[in-house]
C-alpha cells in the first residue's frame, strides 16, 4: 500500500508543533512562524512532531491555519 499522502506530493508540506497539530485537530487556526521566510498560501500538506500526515491545509496570506480535511486520528492522552 502507497501512504496517503503520495497523491498529495506536488503540494508544499508544512510541519506543525505538538501544540499546533492538537489546536488544528480541535478546530483552531493555527499561526506559521514566518521569520524562517517560507511564506505559502492556498493548500498545504500538513504533519504533526512525528512527521505523521495530518490532512490538508488551507493558508491565507497573513498566514493563518485552517483545516480543510483532515484524517481521522487517535486522541493523544498525555502520560500515556
Do not use: C, M, W
Not at 508544499?12 to 488544528?24: C, E, I, M, T
Not at 499561526?31 to 505559502?40: E, F, K, R, V
Not at 504533526?48 to 493558508?59: K, M, P, R, T, W
Amino acid at each position: 500500500l502507497l501512504p496517503t499522502d503520495r497523491l498529495l506530493g506536488d503540494l508544499p508540506r508544512v510541519d506543525l508543533s505538538l501544540f499546533q497539530a492538537g489546536d488544528l485537530r480541535n478546530g483552531k487556526v493555527v499561526q506559521l512562524d514566518t521569520t524562517s521566510g517560507a511564506a505559502h498560501t492556498g493548500l498545504l500538506r500538513a504533519y504533526g512532531n512525528a512527521s505523521d500526515f495530518l490532512g490538508l491545509v488551507h493558508v491565507d496570506a497573513q498566514q493563518r491555519l485552517r483545516a480543510e480535511r483532515l484524517l481521522a486520528t487517535q486522541p493523544v492522552i498525555p502520560g500515556k
